[in-house]
């Protein structure tokens, strides 16, 4: 006992001392159940004259489970696609990853987020995913459950954000926020998929963002969703259809989704073999359009010029938008039929976080 009192002890003071990290933690429940999260607080200095400018968009569209218990790392490693092993490590508090089908096709595409250190010494992560299909995953995670000492809960009571940078020089060196409202952050991480996405900041309830983040613009979904096609970024079950897209022709390897190290996991066999065969025909691409996307079908069949099969297309806003695209054709102008019957042209584009030569 006394043993255990001066570690208290030294726990206490390393927690309330005036240097090294600090910890602060917020209990985000339903119906008084536990939910807890860390943030590593950040710097409060003043910002300085080159402090970085961010655009903070709220995401409503996104929504947030609670997966906690002693079994929650080897629960979520037998269904995700990433290793759930390297979740919580220093250079790897936020994880990517897509659920897959028994047949290898993506479910749902989700970013964990890591919660170790918690004061009940649970290993629990926050789970980020299509708020449409919410029900469906807590569904399927109990079906995953059998006996295994997990638990899961929504966390209405979170906010989720995406800063994204106003200085292109300040994404290439992953330029930091400046947090001013420490004790309203839960979490406060780079986008695991890319650097051009920017911060993934989880507040309580709905604050402020001029009131947490320094030099901060507030941006609105939509200049969000514009900054994701534009880059050619996949989210949500509009651009990754349910039980119809590849993992692998969606870009998860490039966007650091996927491990071809960890064991067997859901949906393993075909996109193991997929990629150790090294042929991907098609892929996700960014696409300007010459009609508003909202004129097209998701799913309308894109050609050459001459005719020839070059894809689908899958969804996007205004003139931009995300297609699959047969890689023989992807330098070619491609065309399309609109709801209207209208002939619609569009151009893909390699985006540039693309890494330069790859398999996959």
Known sequence: MQRVGLFS?????????????????????????????????????????????????HLPHRALISVSGQDTSSFLQGIITNDVTLLGEDAARAMYAHVL???GRTLYDIILYSLKG??????GVLLECDSTVQDSIMQLLKVYKIRRKVNFSLCPGLSLWALLSQNKAAVLGQSQPDVT???????LEQDPRTELMGWRMITRGQNNPHEIVSACREGNTEEYHRHRYQIGL???????????????ESNLVYMQGISFSKGCYIGQ?????????????????????SAPAETLHQGAALETEGGKPAGKHRAGMDT????????????????????????????????????KNSKD
């Open 9 to 57: 002890s030294a726990f206490r003071a390393i927690l309330t001392g005036s240097g090294g990290l600090h910890a602060r933690y917020l209990r985000c429940s339903r119906h008084e159940n536990a939910c807890w999260t860390q943030l590593r607080k950040h710097s409060q200095d003043q910002p300085s004259d080159d402090t970085v400018h961010f655009s903070c968009h």
């Open 101 to 103: 089908s028994v047949q």
């Open 118 to 123: 918690n004061p009940d010494g649970l290993n």
């Open 181 to 187: 409202a420490a004790d309203k952050v839960l979490v």
């Open 234 to 248: 996949p989210e949500g079950v509009k651009d990754l259809p349910p039980g119809e897209a590849l993992p692998l």
């Open 269 to 289: 066999e075909l996109t193991a073999r997929t990629h150790h065969t090294g042929v991907i025909r098609k892929r996700l691409m960014p696409v300007t359009m």
């Open 320 to 355: 931009l938008g995300l297609s699959l695209v047969r890689l023989a054709h992807a330098k070619e102008p491609l065309k399309l039929k609109s709801s209207d019957g209208m002939t619609v042209t569009l151009q893909a584009t390699v985006p540039d976080w693309w890494p």
